[in-house]
């Protein structure tokens, strides 16, 4: 694996390997690697011949009161990490070398990033678009891989990826959890012990909203109460709790199709966000959690 900070030497080595007729894999992220980044890492590895991560704490997603200074860190390990998992470049550039001007370019996609995260965090889209559409345009990927984890963020780079007519693949990944149920997140690393055992309620907020459907519920405003009562057991306060459309996140009337529970509670300084998604067919029901770890002891024994 090689580390790279330039923008060009970058480009290079990925329109050398699409010359000699390899594709082109990326994984974009912000570092400080957990099992939810490593397993898009592994999804690229899988069906590509080079592999590019991308370590940017972008600043244009992060509005002036959050926690872009204090977003954690360690790329001594993430570079161990990205290398284990076969990664053949890691890119990380500098602030400067990412943006040498103040950007004047952004690009935007109306509506879906209106609700849900945008309606607390109004400039994070643009930034998370803005970035990543220059990462597509330096890296050329074939396909690109994000979580699910992200739901809204996901749909919103397929929106932009269509809407351009940018010739990459966007797939998306499962959500990857603790054993205990909580979404993988870099931001976990801002949580007490206390606030971790609270950030479990989570996780049993949306489990209790799938167990409702599950027993026959189709109502968006009582699966949504469903989602708050078992969050306030766990002493949290949601920031939201809306029950989507998973393809474009639009409100429902009744909970039918492909359907998503999407959350964002604060957790002491930690902005924690979940969903769960679930496939209505009448009567049918099919749940999504995204995979859940096994814990350490387990998993070597
Ligand atoms: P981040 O570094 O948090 O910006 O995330 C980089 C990529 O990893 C995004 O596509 C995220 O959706 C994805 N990701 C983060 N956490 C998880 C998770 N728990 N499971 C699956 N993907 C994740």
């Known amino acids: 694996m090689i580390v790279v900070d330039r923008i060009a030497e970058l480009r290079d080595r990925c329109d050398a390997a699409r010359r000699s007729g390899e594709t082109v894999g990326l994984v974009p992220t912000m570092g400080f690697f957990h099992e939810g ?19 940017f704490v972008n600043p244009l997603q992060f509005g002036e009161n959050e926690d872009l200074a204090g977003y954690p860190r360690d790329l001594v390990a993430d570079t ?11 890119f990380v550039p500098s602030v400067p070398e990412m943006y040498p001007e103040p950007t004047v370019t952004t690009v935007h996609v109306a509506g879906l ?16 678009t803005t970035v990543v559409a220059k990462l597509f345009s330096i890296v050329g990927p074939c396909t690109a891989y994000f979580g699910r984890k992200d739901f809204q963020q996901l749909a919103v780079v397929r929106r932009m990826a269509t809407d351009l007519d940018l010739p990459v693949r966007v797939v998306g990944c499962p959500l990857v959890r603790e054993p205990d149920g909580v979404a993988m997140s870099s931001r976990n690393a801002y949580l007490s012990a206390d606030e971790r055992r609270r950030a479990t309620g989570i996780f049993s907020s949306l489990r209790a909203a799938a167990a409702v459907v599950e027993h026959g519920e189709r109502d968006p405003q009582r699966v949504r109460g469903a989602v708050e009562t078992e969050a306030g057991r766990h002493g949290l306060e949601l920031e939201y709790a809306e029950v989507r459309r998973a393809a474009d996140l639009a409100p429902l009337a009744s909970v039918d199709g492909e359907v998503v529970v999407a959350v964002a509670a604060a957790v002491g300084k930690a902005r924690l966000i979940d969903n769960v998604t679930m496939q209505i ?16 002891q387990e998993s070597t024994t």
């Open 281 to 296: 067919a009448g009567a049918e029901v099919s749940i999504d959690l995204g995979v859940i770890t096994l814990a350490e």
């Open 80 to 90: 161990a990490a990205a290398e284990a998992e076969g990664v053949d470049v890691l």
């Open 37 to 55: 980044h490593r397993s898009l890492m592994r999804a690229a590895r899988a069906s590509h011949d080079l592999v590019v991560t991308t370590i």
């Open 113 to 128: 990033t209106e609700g849900l995260c945008g309606a607390v965090r109004p400039t994070h889209f643009d930034g998370v």
